[in-house]
């Protein structure tokens, strides 16, 4: 069984990964370390592991082989880096990063490390997302003009970050608030369906609060993206929203794609049957959850898909550009990848 630690207990969905471990019976969690030592008592006594009073305990301890960090953001930087020096598989809650040049860094340490990882985009493995994105790749769109994706949640309006999650509405421990927050999901879905992880030329966006529940974080946001092959991609999230219908649309000079309440409908100028007015069916399988991924990849699982550490650093690079863009009132590029490198 191999032996792994929970690094940070701060992220919403430490539950739910905690649910998941919980149901496994190929990894088990050996010892818990959290700056709040109640926060890593209890999350211990749930995983039945034990506790450490320094993160160096893991780092140092050669049976512990994979890591899960679910650290506030801002402590990201430190727990990945040593994590690879010691080369700790990890999973890290997304974003990795709170800006571009701290999640290269961590990118750049990841892969040097030659550990496997990833993080938190679960929306690749949705079946409607998955099959868009192999069309794009397929060319049965022809050339694409517009790209639009929305996530949204009521969190703000009914308080869900008024206790032990206080901390993801403080952008001083998060980094952003309500549009980066859910935004970076939809961000991983466009860059990850586009396909060129060096197509984003400039972006904005324009940002704001509703109830000031959380006082200047902001809750709600809408970003542009202007693509090299000439596409413009919107992204709306936030945490007002009482709904969240539309997810995504992808129009091109061949095809159309949108997804309404988790259904797709495709509309082709070259697939049969595909006309737009009914739900399109003909889909892949879901994926497994992304951690989920992770603990197979991790046990043994051989070709499971994860999210690269370059490609996480990139959606950091994009989304502080677009707060940036917000700030200043302007068009900005986003930060470049220092090593040269990038996905594709």
């Known amino acids: 069984m191999l032996q792994a630690a929970l690094v940070g207990c ?3 969905h430490t539950p739910n990964f905690i649910k998941r471990l919980q149901a496994r019976n190929d990894i088990q969690i050996k010892s818990v370390w959290d700056h709040d030592s109640e926060r890593a008592d209890r999350r211990a006594d749930e995983l039945g592991a034990g506790v450490v009073s320094e993160p160096d305990a893991v780092w140092s301890d050669p049976e512990v082989e994979a890591v899960i960090i679910c650290a506030e953001t801002v402590r990201h930087p430190d727990l990945v880096l040593a994590g690879a020096a010691a080369k700790k598989h990890m999973f890290v ?34 079946p409607a997302n998955r099959f868009v994105r192999e069309q794009i790749a397929q060319g049965a769109f022809g050339t694409i003009t517009r790209v639009r994706a929305a996530v949204g949640h009521s969190g703000s ?32 879905l466009l860059l990850w369906m586009m396909g060129d992880e060096d197509s984003v030329k400039s972006v904005t966006a324009t940002i704001g609060r ?102 996480a650093a990139l959606r950091s690079a994009v989304m502080e550009a677009m707060y940036q863009g917000a700030e200043r009132g302007m068009w900005q590029s986003p930060a470049t990848d220092p090593s040269g490198l990038s996905d594709g």
Request: glycine fraction near 14%; aromatic fraction near 10%; avoid cysteine.
């Open 10 to 12: 701060a992220h919403i």
């Open 93 to 126: 809650e997304k974003p990795l990063g709170v800006d571009a040049a701290g999640a290269y860094e961590m990118a750049d340490a990841i892969e040097t490390a030659g550990v496997l990882f990833q993080t938190g985009y679960f929306m690749r493995g949705n």
């Open 157 to 188: 309006l009914g308080g869900m970050f008024d206790t032990e999650w206080r901390w993801m509405a403080d952008p001083k421990q998060s980094g952003l608030g309500g549009f980066g927050d859910l935004g970076t999901h939809g961000l991983d």
């Open 210 to 311: 509703a109830t000031s529940r959380y006082g200047d974080t902001d809750e709600y946001g809408e970003g542009q993206l202007r693509f090299a092959g000439g596409a413009v991609g919107t992204l709306a999230a936030g945490w007002v929203d009482l709904a969240n219908p539309f997810q995504l649309l992808v129009s091109g000079t061949r095809a159309h794609a949108h997804v309404i309440d988790g259904t797709l409908y495709y509309k082709s100028e070259d697939v049969e049957g595909a006309d737009g007015a009914e739900p399109w069916t003909e889909l892949p399988d879901a994926l497994p959850h992304a951690f989920e991924l992770f603990l197979d990849a991790v046990t043994g699982k051989p070709d499971v898909p994860l999210v690269t550490p370059r490609e």
